[in-house]
């Protein structure tokens, strides 16, 4: 955060939501030696730094820190679907506006703790073992954000493709308990793929969940005709996705 007022606001709000390890920098070159000398739990940004936007931040983070699961957060008072689109994609668990209330702030902590500290998720009618997930998107950082999600829950049959084609084919040689899926894609995208798995191949059972930053009423619309089990925005957080399997295994 640029702003040092802001910057000391922010870390405020963060000691009287119980959290006391805070690190604070005015720039993205300054946050990357801060997360190389002492890696975080969760990054806070601005959308604009000096020297960097957000999605370029947080795109440097997941590339040079893949392995260290960090968790980010957008605070910002940017309304631009399109300015947001690029951060929503690198997999962030909330956008907080400016100025924003400790609700927002709460359920943000608790999405981090909920990868930090994760907690194997039990479905009544599964097996943990047994629960075979496909993500599709052609972001390969938003597919790694959704796999570390179900992999905090405790699955771990997870497999990752980068469009609608790629799916059809994994799905011709192996069967899956839950498809994930992105809806804006090259190739064939997620209302394509929707349709061909519950018409093509006749697979009117399988949940498909689709995670998208669409905004578009009429496409959204296409989508659930074409036959998805469950739409969620981008971004989302583990919470969320939580309880969507609860509903979606047990129907």
Known sequence: EPSSMQLKLIMRHLNEEGVDKIDGA????????????????????????????????????????????????????????HALEPVKQTGVIAILPKPFNHADLQRAIKSTLGIVNPEEIALDNYDIDDISILIVDDSSTSRNHIARIFSSMGISNIDQVENGLEAVAQLQEKDYELIVTDLNMPE????????????????????IMMLTTENNE????????????????????????REMMHRLMRD
Not at 42 to 70: G, N
Not at 188 to 207: C, K, Q, Y
Request: charged fraction near 20%.
């Open 188 to 207: 064939m995208d997620g209302n394509e793929l929707v349709h061909h798995i519950r018409t093509e191949m006749n697979n009117t059972t399988t949940p």
């Open 26 to 81: 005015s720039s993205g070159e300054e946050a990357l030696k801060l997360i190389e000398k002492y890696p975080p739990d969760l990054l806070i940004t601005s959308m604009y730094l000096p020297d960097m936007t957000a999605s370029e931040l947080l795109s440097t983070v997941h590339k040079d820190f893949a392995d260290l699961s960090i968790s980010c957060m957008l605070i910002s008072s940017e309304k631009n679907h």
């Open 218 to 241: 009429a496409r959204l619309g296409e989508v659930e005709q074409a036959g998805v089990s469950a739409i969620l925005n981008k971004p989302f957080d583990p919470t969320t996705i």
